[in-house]
């Protein structure tokens, strides 16, 4: 059926009488469902069909955020309490069945802490998340759009359509303080002023779901729990800014959310939430998917547009920009995903609230996909502000294995390193920037001292080589000279001239490059040699790895003290290079050698050294 | 002649989209899940279809990472080199399978049973180091585990 404003509204308040008893969510997204969560999902199923349990409802539902623990299966009992658990394998699944479900008695063993507060639930204790752009995931079944009416769902797209003026929405979205999500941290509300004062016949609203950092899964984590939430912000860009037609872009490399869009977008038509005429009213929006094809570049905004038009993704110079001349030459509002998934809130609750969260210039949450050498790595909504101290020790559980804390590369190849000394500066655009970092989309890959600075940055840079579109020259042949010096310092080759020689073309590169991609590649080894000089001289001078990262640095050898001749290493050598009778001393050939630590790893008397 | 033809099926998806603007690398997304990459002769009926230049899609196809030119293996190993994987040993893997498979990244093994490639990051980095396998994700992969995640694929 098609709703109109007096239907949905009555709609939503006969979906909030009909509360169930107790609810049982397992987290189902990529990474859930990666994890064995179908198991743990069909046997709660069947258990609960087998005890004919009455007053349970089973969803599977978006991310929880606790990716260490996954697959995370939350009760909530109809007292309003709830349980998290974690690593919930079948067999663990039947004993939630048994004992929680119908015994009534929770367990006690692999529970977890409540990670965020539920904004919806003014009673609920604050505790150190909130979730503003995930407000939904983990709580509905993304597939299924009377959820998503019930938590207010379409709420804001009613309210703008029928009580305010499009210049209203841009006051509101403005007065917010909302930033573009993607990284460069554009004021949204002056965006989609800029779209809306351009004069044309055919304007588009576009979502940015390229997300191509390495190590950052926000979006995709939005697009599986809440496709909705993206889908009517769309809307409301549409009518704000007088566009009827809206394009998704994303990754290929998603395919669920790419389901779970298309499940979204059909079941919107149905409803008379998205197409013609939308809550009976004048305006009409639709929007398409359109699929990525495995380039990085796509993601910078005009790169996006030309891959839309169904070219080679590369990028043009701007001005104009795209809220000028985007899409086939049409004046077009571009917003990443995080920022769509917030817009509905801050027309729901009002600028005041939304602005009331954040720094000074930083308004808001972020989320942040935390990864890497961390103990609990996950996925986290934080106010803009929060400490890095906060993130790493307080929220994510500190750094796994017991060892130091190195350095924490926010924004991926384009980003820098923030170091321990930076520990405690507030996570916000321009504080990053101040260090040489940037906010980016989100990722945070936590190193500790196990990881070499040198081999990181040559990562980062081989992805900018490979990814570099190849129309400009400076991003093109300055970002493979970086790389092959940077290869020859890890190999041990390097000249101290290399870093001036890095810092010069890094600095041409910033300066001369075409887009984003180019003018940001260098970052990675600015910042590295900036905060970890010593590091990149200690593998020029000393031909030296402290990490042990740097295999051509390397060498294994057996200390004949220690070697007792349990020929463990020796037969876990891939190339045969180790030779030694049982019980008696082993000797590596060091020219056979390829360096791959597996003896190292295979031996239980520390006699294999690194050094 | 060749094996590769249109289907019905795909003819009819580029008539839907024909008249639809940028309708280029949706089309070529379809030719590639039906065939496994883009046959050359495949390519020049689309451009028929389509009314665009065969240099063109040449043009899309080798610009984009997910499009093939070459036929890849029955089951199709990729190796996440996201950062996350990356720091946690995502290399390790690939060259644990390249010895175990007998060849490098981006070939097929002469039986035609696999192809590895490694890929950008697939946002399972909580699960790190991740690989997958005709689209099944493999989370916290030890080179231990390479074995018994092959057989399960081989010869099926």
């Known amino acids: 059926m098609k709703f109109t404003r007096d239907t949905l509204k009555s709609h939503r308040s006969g979906l909030h009488a009909a509360q169930a008893g107790t609810t049982v969510l397992v987290g189902m997204g990529t990474c859930g469902i990666a994890a064995g969560a179908k198991a743990a999902f069909q046997t709660l199923e069947k258990a609960i069909a087998d005890k004919k349990l009455k007053n349970v409802v089973l969803k599977k539902t978006g991310c929880l955020g606790l990716c260490f623990s996954e697959p995370t299966v939350e009760v909530k009992n109809a007292n309003g309490s709830s349980t998290v658990y974690g690593n919930v394998d079948a067999a663990l699944a039947e004993r939630i069945a048994v004992e929680h479900l119908a015994g009534g008695k929770p367990l006690t063993e692999n529970v977890y802490e409540q990670p965020a507060a539920d904004i919806f639930n003014q009673s609920a204790s604050p505790l150190k998340q909130t979730r503003i752009v995930l407000r939904n995931c983990a709580v509905i079944n993304p597939e299924i759009i009377d959820e998503y009416i019930a938590r207010d769902g379409y709420a804001a797209l009613e309210k703008a359509l029928f009580d305010m003026t499009p210049d209203d929405v841009v006051k509101e979205i403005t007065d917010s303080g909302l930033r573009g999500r993607g990284g460069a941290g554009f004021p949204t509300g002056r965006k989609w002023q800029f779209t809306k004062n351009t004069p044309a016949d055919q304007k588009y609203i576009v979502c940015n779901a390229d997300e191509g950092d390495p190590g950052a899964y926000m979006d995709r984590s939005v697009l599986e729990g809440d496709p909705h939430s993206v889908l009517e912000a769309m809307a409301i860009a549409g009518?704000?800014?007088?566009?009827?037609?809206?394009?998704?872009?994303?990754?290929?490399?998603?395919?669920?959310?790419?389901?779970?869009?298309?499940?979204?977008?059909?079941?919107?038509?149905?409803?008379?939430?998205?197409?013609?005429?939308?809550?009976?009213?004048?305006?009409?929006?639709?929007?398409?998917?359109?699929?990525?094809?495995?380039?990085?570049?796509?993601?910078?905004?005009?790169?996006?547009?030309?891959?839309?038009?169904?070219?080679?993704?590369?990028?043009?110079?701007?001005?104009?920009?795209?809220?000028?001349?985007?899409?086939?030459?049409?004046?077009?509002?571009?917003?990443?995903?995080?920022?769509?998934?917030?817009?509905?809130?801050?027309?729901?609750?009002?600028?005041?609230?939304?602005?009331?969260?954040?720094?000074?210039?930083?308004?808001?949450?972020?989320?942040?996909?935390?990864?890497?050498?961390?103990?609990?790595?996950?996925?986290?909504?934080?106010?803009?502000?929060t400490t890095l101290r906060e993130i790493i020790y307080n929220i994510c559980g500190g750094i796994a294995s017991g060892r130091q804390f190195k350095a924490a590369q926010t924004g991926g190849p384009s980003g820098g390193c923030i170091t321990p000394e930076f520990l405690d500066t507030p996570i916000d655009y321009e504080s990053l920037q101040a260090i040489g970092s940037m906010m980016g989309s989100g990722g945070m890959i936590i190193m500790d001292e196990d990881d070499c600075m040198i081999d990181v940055t040559k990562f980062y840079l081989e992805f900018t080589v490979d990814e570099s579109c190849g129309k400009c020259a400076p991003c093109r042949i300055g970002g493979r000279t970086c790389y092959n010096i940077?290869?020859?310092?890890?190999?041990?080759?390097?000249?101290?001239?290399?870093?001036?020689?890095?810092?010069?073309?890094?600095?041409?590169?910033?300066?001369?490059?075409?887009?984003?991609?180019?003018?940001?590649?260098?970052?990675?080894?600015?910042?590295?040699?900036?905060?970890?000089?010593?590091?990149?001289?200690?593998?020029?001078?000393?031909?030296?790895?402290?990490?042990?990262?740097?295999?051509?640095?390397?060498?294994?050898?057996?200390?004949?003290?220690?070697?007792?001749?349990?020929?463990?290493?020796?037969?876990?050598?891939?190339?045969?290079?180790?030779?030694?009778?049982v019980k008696k001393l082993h000797v590596i050939d060091q020219s056979k050698c390829i360096k791959c630590g597996q003896c190292f790893t295979a031996c239980k008397f520390d006699a294999v050294k690194k050094g | 002649m060749s094996e590769n033809k249109l289907t019905a099926e795909l003819i009819s998806f580029i008539n839907e989209w024909k008249n639809k603007q940028g309708n280029l690398i949706m089309v070529l997304h379809k030719v590639q899940e039906h065939f496994g990459y883009i046959p050359r002769e495949i390519a020049f009926e689309v451009a028929d279809l389509l009314d665009v230049p065969v240099a063109k899609i040449y043009g899309v196809v080798t610009f984009y990472h997910l499009f093939k030119l070459t036929k890849p293996g029955r089951n199709q190993i990729s190796v996440c080199m996201g950062t996350a994987c990356y720091l946690k040993g995502g290399e390790d893997i690939i060259l644990d399978l390249e010895r175990q498979l007998g060849v490098g990244l981006n070939a097929v093994t002469p039986d035609g049973e696999f192809s590895m490639e490694a890929v950008r990051c697939i946002g399972c980095c909580g699960l790190a180091p991740v690989m997958t396998v005709n689209g099944e994700v493999f989370g916290s992969v030890k080179t231990a585990q390479l074995k018994t995640i092959l057989a399960k694929f081989r010869g099926k």
């Not at chain 1, 300066?511 to 003018?519: D, N, R």
């Open chain 1, 239 to 385: 009518y704000t800014v007088g566009a009827s037609k809206g394009f998704i872009y994303i990754r290929a490399e998603y395919p669920l959310a790419i389901e779970r869009l298309n499940t979204a977008i059909a079941q919107a038509k149905q409803c008379g939430l998205l197409g013609e005429k939308i809550l009976g009213t004048e305006f009409s929006f639709d929007i398409e998917l359109r699929l990525g094809a495995g380039a990085f570049v796509c993601g910078e905004e005009t790169a996006l547009l030309t891959s839309i038009e169904g070219n080679r993704g590369m990028p043009v110079p701007r001005p104009p920009f795209p809220a000028v001349k985007g899409l086939w030459g049409k004046p077009t509002v571009i917003n990443n995903v995080e920022t769509y998934a917030a817009i509905p809130i801050v027309l729901l609750k009002g600028s005041k609230w939304f602005s009331r969260i954040g720094t000074e210039t930083s308004k808001g949450t972020k989320v942040f996909a935390v990864t890497g050498k961390i103990k609990n790595s996950g996925l986290i909504e934080v106010p803009m502000g």
């Open chain 1, 486 to 581: 940077l290869d020859r310092i890890s190999k041990g080759k390097g000249q101290l001239d290399d870093l001036q020689k890095l810092k010069d073309i890094g600095h041409a590169m910033r300066k001369a490059s075409l887009c984003g991609l180019g003018q940001t590649a260098p970052n990675p080894f600015m910042s590295t040699m900036k905060y970890f000089e010593e590091e990149y001289r200690a593998h020029i001078v000393d031909k030296k790895c402290a990490a042990g990262k740097c295999k051509e640095m390397l060498t294994y050898s057996i200390d004949a003290e220690k070697c007792v001749g349990c020929t463990a290493c020796a037969r876990r050598c891939p190339v045969s290079c180790i030779a030694g009778e």
